[in-house]
């Protein structure tokens, strides 16, 4: 990508887009042809205009595109659309309607591709929009949208709050939604305890519905240091509870006083809120990996069980404190024990438990969270309170706490005793004995690619491949290191690591945030396919395993060995 | 090794021998073979009696001796030895010297080895235990003390403080030392820095004389789970200064007060005394195995620069609040540095930091040691002051502390700034920045096998290998588990870990200590040769990478991916 590189390709680009409104064909050949094709077939009906050409020659273009545009704002994918226009209206006759057809969400949700048209929606009105994904600024994410409405991903890239974005999707207008459809969206059933459940995100993929587990899209995932809340990952054991935050208590048992009982707006009034950037992770993110060696129990994650936000509330350590934990407690209490609010058909609680000493270590920012990203938690993670422990394993930050107890022995829940604890390759479900396992609590060092994706290409052309991807490790340990190879790790270089905080170290022992990496990896020569691979380091310089059989367990927890993805390197067609 | 298991099979031989001075041929059909040897070419002079023996057939009886009588005490050597004794004397004459033969260091010196003959000295004795190797009930260890000394050795085994372990070997006196010999061994260069250097124990494995850096033979390390100080695995920067307790002074710097200077005794009275037992390792431990994979930078360690020991010394946190350490202080002040009174000829002394908050953490554990296994520390470990910095890289536990600072900064010397860093396997000495890598300070998930050695041979007719070895992980994660495997991976099985405190956990995150570790597994049908490889999990369950190669680094530093060691099946001779 030598010459089209945003970082180069794109400022020149603009400049010589500002002093003319055609594309000079000898300097972007492949715009060119885009543009010929484009201008000879514009704004037929109902999608399908210019099909044959995307069937036949728009892969190829598609990707040059999106590589090429990847990164940058909508500037420059307003100035295509314009010219576009300019072009389309000196060269074609455009049909007009007087009155706008009326769609059924059935007949949008058939229009998900580029094969059928790419059909989505925006405030009642019908969109096709099948000719505009080879110049979204944002690549191919735009088919996320494709059948459904827009609303729920302008949410999350706020560079769509711009008015000439509603101009650009202006132009491609075809109908209104028929009412009916927007309402059966929010039907449902009484007798379900899965019922209450709240909207979700459409770009989640589903591992489970009942309880929700869901993912957003690797290919999302790393777009943001701070993952929106609608897309974080969903790790639902149970029916979320619906809590009234004026009715809510927070109970605290084992301290010397007895019960106590917290409101929420205690809570928030008495002690200082705190904010922390967290990483959560599930123990069984990129589970479906180990189901690929031999098959596992569980849920089949994919590499996306993992998001990072920023949490505020209450800080464990000092509610305890103010409720009345000594020193003396401690003698005997080495386990904070947490209950959810959410409960099986027999009324059982989710329950989970740390080390005492974590929760009340200053260093351990355990937080009672009452918020996630600057907003009231969503009801999908604990609303109205969850624990955030950064560092440690998902399932010990329970949601919609209602009880911490003080004890000397760990939560006896299923979830701490019989799950979440890692065993031996050799170990199967005849021998397993889950006493012999500590429970999860501090994960170790993970990392995996985001972009490209498994199975892409790349064009030979552009003598780079560029790969992003996440890092992070469990127990505060800082991600000093990514080494990727794309020769399956015969090789290796150094990928860039971003943060929030860039030039700022968080404090030793005490990075709880994940960091973004990505790196521009010249072609092999004569590769024809190649084996991209990350490995992560963290500051305790503790490294990922290479493969993932040796750590195969029969819960598929854990799974943290080198990520791998193949990805085909295609001659450039002359 | 089902017929012949210490635990099964020596305990019937015991029986078995209480009742006849003969062994039974029916059920010990190994041994019997061995006496009738024994019995016909009993006690020539010089020790090269037997000698066609060991040579024809002697190696695979060793094997099979040592394999039996591994692990018991001294009580069965004893009666086997005696049985010989009455067997020699009625089956062959006695020659008788009136008086001992004298003889040189340098002749006992050549009687190193089976085929020359074994000689060891035992106060100004020296004896002929040629035959008696194959009856030690520690096995081939007694090889260590071939041609020199059997006192160091004899310390660290207190199995030998026995009386009849005397009688034993008094029957194996072939003449005494001549006097010249002892004094010419405390011989030193008073012009050479290294002249006041302490005697060290000969079976170190010296891999670097000057400064002395050493590591005592695998096949020892794992005998003891507090390793014998003499064989601590020595790591010496520079020439071991000579420091006189009286006017030793600990300086300690950048706290509000000023420089403070306190004396060993004040050291030792003022503070209370806390004793630990910590693992310390070498960053370079198992660097071998790296210059396997291509040539790096530094001491060729083999897997044991690594040694537990307890250590006893005042708190650092408690000296430092003494001296008036407060909060304040740590709003700028980030490191605490660390400086030896070792000096190189330039007057540089070896210098390191540590981060701030591991020194002054109640659960840091930092100790200023000045006991080692309930004794002075011994030159070689830091006389008469060292730093303790459990579950941190050994670099960092600096030796004759001379003074401390309190910093805002990580020390300026060499090995904290341009040394003891990680770095990706694709960066070499043309591109290394030393900026860009952390400081190590914890140290990753670590294991080595120590029995059986590289190029050994088992008997398909054992039908078991007893595996043995080491694990440990730094930042005070305890080891939770270590899987084996005879077949290089493929599958895996899961050892019997020990600790000194077995069944009592270490408190959460201060785990210093290694567990040894053993497994007996089958031998697979039909295997020639296995390969048998170990990896440890810890608590955070971190686990070692699977090939050096990917961890490969300039420096040879962190070298922890699974230990290899093959060995050969043999089949039993009939």
Request: glycine share 8%.
């Amino acid at each position: 990508m030598q010459r089209l590189k945003p970082s180069q390709g794109l400022s020149q680009l603009l400049l010589i887009r500002s002093q003319s409104s055609r594309i000079s064909k000898g300097i972007i050949p492949l715009l060119s042809v885009w543009d010929g094709h484009l201008s000879s077939r514009w704004r037929s009906t109902g999608g399908h205009g210019g099909q044959k050409y995307f069937n036949n020659n728009g892969q190829k273009f598609r990707f040059a595109l999106a590589g090429l545009l990847a990164g940058t704002g909508a500037v420059l994918a307003y100035k295509l659309h314009q010219s576009k226009v300019q072009w389309a209206a000196s060269s074609a006759q455009l049909p007009v309607t007087s009155s706008p057809p009326v769609y059924t969400l059935e007949e949008v949700t058939k229009h998900r591709s580029l094969d059928n048209g790419v059909w989505v929606t925006y405030k009642g009105d019908v969109y096709d929009i099948t000719e505009f994904v080879a110049m979204h600024p944002g690549g191919d994410k735009i088919l996320l949208a494709a059948g459904g409405a827009l609303e729920p991903y302008w949410a999350l890239y706020a560079v769509h709050k711009e008015e000439h974005v509603l101009e650009i999707l202006s132009e491609y207008k075809i109908g209104v939604l028929n009412p009916e459809s927007i309402k059966r969206q929010e039907s449902t059933d009484p007798l379900d305890p899965y019922s209450g459940e709240p909207s979700r995100h459409p770009a989640l993929q589903i591992n489970s519905l009942k309880p929700f587990n869901a993912e957003p899209p690797a290919s999302v995932l790393a777009d943001n240091y701070i993952t929106p809340s609608a897309i974080f990952f969903k790790r639902n054991h149970l029916p979320v509870p619906k809590v009234d935050p004026e009715t809510y208590r927070l109970e605290i048992e084992g301290l010397p006083g007895g019960v106590v009982s917290v409101t929420l707006s205690e809570l928030k009034s008495r002690f200082p809120k705190h904010t922390i950037t967290a990483t959560l992770q599930c123990a069984g993110n990129r589970r479906s990996e180990m189901n690929k060696v031999k098959q596992v129990k569980g849920l089949n994650w994919g590499i996306a069980a993992i998001s990072n936000a920023t949490w505020s509330g209450a800080s464990l350590r000092e509610v305890l404190l103010h409720y009345g934990f000594t020193p003396e407690v401690a003698i005997n209490a080495k386990h904070i024990q947490f209950e959810g609010l959410d409960k099986d058909v027999t009324g059982t609680a989710y329950g989970a438990s740390i080390n005492l000493n974590k929760a009340l270590s200053e260093e351990g920012d355990v937080l009672l969270a009452y918020e996630m990203n600057g907003e009231d938690l969503p009801p999908d993670h604990g609303y109205p309170v969850r624990v955030v422990v950064p560092g440690v394993v998902g399932a010990r930050n329970v949601k919609w706490l209602g009880r911490i107890v003080v004890s000397h022995e760990e939560s006896k829940s299923h979830w701490q005793q019989n799950d979440y604890k890692g065993f031996s390759p050799g170990t199967d479900w005849d021998t397993v004995d889950f006493k012999s396992a500590p429970a999860i609590q501090e994960l170790p060092i993970q990392s995996a690619i985001t972009h490209p994706a498994e199975g892409s290409s790349v064009e030979r052309g552009d003598e780079e491949v560029t790969i992003k991807g996440y890092a992070w490790s469990g127990g505060g340990r800082e991600v000093v290191r990514v080494d990727v190879s794309v020769d399956g790790g015969n090789t290796w270089h150094v990928a860039k690591l971003h943060s929030s905080d860039l030039g700022r170290n968080p404090a030793p022992g005490r990075a709880w945030a994940w960091k973004l990496w990505e790196i521009d990896v010249p072609l092999p020569d004569g590769a024809q396919e190649l084996e991209i691979v990350c490995k992560a380091v963290d500051n305790s310089y503790n490294t990922q395993p290479d493969t993932v059989g040796p750590i195969w367990n029969l819960r598929g927890v854990l799974s943290n060995a080198w990520h791998r993805v193949k990805v085909k390197v295609k001659d450039d067609q002359k």
